[in-house]
Nanobody
Framework: QVQLVESGGGLVQAGGSLRLSCAAS????????MGWFRQAPGKEREFVAS????????YYVDSVKGRFTISRDNAKSTVYLQMNTLKPEDTAVYYC???????????????????WGQGTQVTVSS
């Protein structure tokens, strides 16, 4: 089992940047594929980005491609989401998620992930 704690959210103006972090407990972080999701008020939770166990492959929803970057540091058991050129429509609670994985396949759906953090609020003002 793994526990996830997100940090780094906040209020930023449109065009600004934030970096989210997600620290995981346990000693087997490298056995987990990691993902970031977000949920805006009144909307379903949606996929943002994911990264495979050793960081060899990354995947993004089209709306954030070229602006967001997911990365991980297995030595620190931490996954990051660098968010640049933020837009008001990026406003949401951002969640970190994990699932055990034995290969490099991507995971996009909420149901694919077994462990979730508590979320961190990102608000982008226009």
């Amino acid at each position: 089992q793994v526990q996830l704690v997100e940090s780094g959210g906040g209020l930023v103006q449109a065009g600004g940047s934030l970096r989210l972090s997600c620290a995981a407990s346990g000693r087997t972080f490298s056995s987990y594929a990691m993902g970031w999701f977000r949920q805006a008020p009144g909307k379903e939770r949606e996929f943002v980005a994911s990264i495979t166990r050793y960081g060899g492959n990354t995947y993004y929803v089209d709306s954030v491609k070229g602006r967001f970057t997911i990365s991980r540091d297995n030595a620190k058991s931490t996954v990051y989401l660098q968010m640049n050129t933020l837009k008001p429509e990026d406003t949401a609670v951002y969640y970190c998620a994990a699932r055990q994985s034995i290969d490099e396949r991507p995971w996009y759906a909420v149901k694919d992930y077994d462990y979730w953090g508590q979320g961190t609020q990102v608000t982008v003002s226009s």
